[in-house]
């Protein structure tokens, strides 16, 4: 997932200045204006979305609200995409993470 990683962060330092990269729950991770929109794991993504990318990234199969706890205390806005995606598809929910998160901050 490496390499969907320096695409993701790739992509989204061209399309918002305000994008770093970091660590999160272990993972290599990005961020917009210092707050997280996305963090990448060995097993697949995990964005911070709304709305229809919410309802859109939870259709897929194998795709689940983010636990990180592991107690059954999912994280309700934070979704887990699987591995074996499309690099297209993994760039289209991080950049609407990171649309959603930087809507957030400027609030």
């Given amino acids: ?4 990683f320096d695409s993701l962060a790739g992509l989204a330092q061209v399309t918002d200045p305000g994008v770093t990269t970091g660590k999160m729950f272990g993972s290599r991770a990005l961020k917009v204006l210092g707050k997280l929109f ?4 060995s097993d697949g993504i995990v964005c911070k979305l709304d709305g229809d990318d919410h309802a859109e ?3 897929i199969e194998g795709a689940h609200l983010f636990d990180p706890s592991g107690k059954g205390r999912p994280m309700r806005e934070w979704v887990h995409i699987p ?3 499309e690099i297209d598809e993994y760039e289209s929910f991080a950049l609407a993470a990171c649309e959603y998160v930087r809507s957030l901050v400027a609030d």
């Fill in 1 to 4: 997932m490496d390499e969907v």
């Fill in 38 to 41: 996305c963090v990448v794991h």
């Fill in 57 to 59: 990234a939870l259709a």
């Fill in 83 to 85: 591995a074996g995606r």
